[in-house]
């Protein structure tokens, strides 16, 4: 009996806490913004926004952006200082059409685009190129890999296999966010 009402005291307070933390999550969720690669991942909720190539920067590993962009609205959230921040998506097309997944993060206040930074492109041509990133109200902390999982002739410089274990290189990106510019450090 004893046992019983221990139990339930404790899983009353398990609960209680559960919702405490989910209401003060909550309130702060919409002050911050924190969003990482698994948002991105998420199917546009919004129609699109058109971007030129001129007003996006960022890293590309060397794939030149199409001078259009359509993207899709994957979230958004308006910071306690007026400024909204999307998370979009785009599918483009690379080197013999190898499907390119990009996610964007844009800030603007009203209706003008202030600013844009591509956060990843996916793809795969030879090399595999993929980003994690971490985005919040202050900062955007962006590591890009690039795996080369193919092994090549060292005369002839031909593909001759798979690697046992791919090489990986990571570059790693820090912007701040003043004002709602995007400044690389």
């Known amino acids: 009996?004893?046992?019983?009402?221990?139990?339930?005291?404790?899983?009353?307070?398990?609960?209680?806490?559960?919702?405490?933390?989910?209401c003060t999550a909550?309130?702060?969720?919409?002050?911050?913004?924190?969003?990482?690669?698994m948002v991105a991942q998420k199917s546009p909720l919004q129609d699109s926004i058109m971007f030129t190539h001129d007003t996006i920067?960022?890293?590309?590993?060397?794939?030149?952006?199409?001078?259009?962009?359509r993207t899709g609205v994957c979230e958004e959230q308006m910071s306690s200082d007026g400024y909204t921040y999307r998370l979009l998506r785009a599918k483009l097309a690379g080197e013999n059409d190898i499907p390119i997944k990009a996610t964007i993060?844009?800030?603007?206040?009203?209706?003008?685009?202030?600013?844009?930074?591509?956060?990843?492109?996916?793809?795969t041509f030879e090399t595999e190129h993929f980003a994690h990133f971490v985005v919040t109200t202050d900062s955007i902390h962006?590591?890009?890999?690039?795996?080369?999982?193919?092994?090549?002739?060292?005369e002839?410089?031909?593909?001759?296999?798979n690697r046992n274990t791919p090489d990986t290189t990571i570059y790693s990106s820090l912007y701040l966010i003043r004002d709602g510019h995007i400044i690389k450090q």
């Open 1 to 22: 009996m004893i046992g019983t009402r221990l139990f339930t005291s404790l899983l009353i307070a398990v609960l209680f806490g559960a919702i405490l933390f989910a």
């Open 26 to 37: 909550q309130q702060s969720s919409q002050k911050a913004i924190y969003w990482t690669q």
């Open 57 to 69: 920067y960022g890293e590309t590993s060397g794939f030149r952006l199409p001078k259009q962009i």
């Open 105 to 123: 993060l844009s800030i603007s206040r009203g209706n003008k685009i202030l600013d844009a930074v591509i956060l990843s492109l996916d793809f």
């Open 142 to 154: 962006i590591h890009r890999y690039e795996v080369e999982h193919l092994e090549y002739d060292k």
């Open 156 to 161: 002839t410089g031909e593909i001759i296999g």
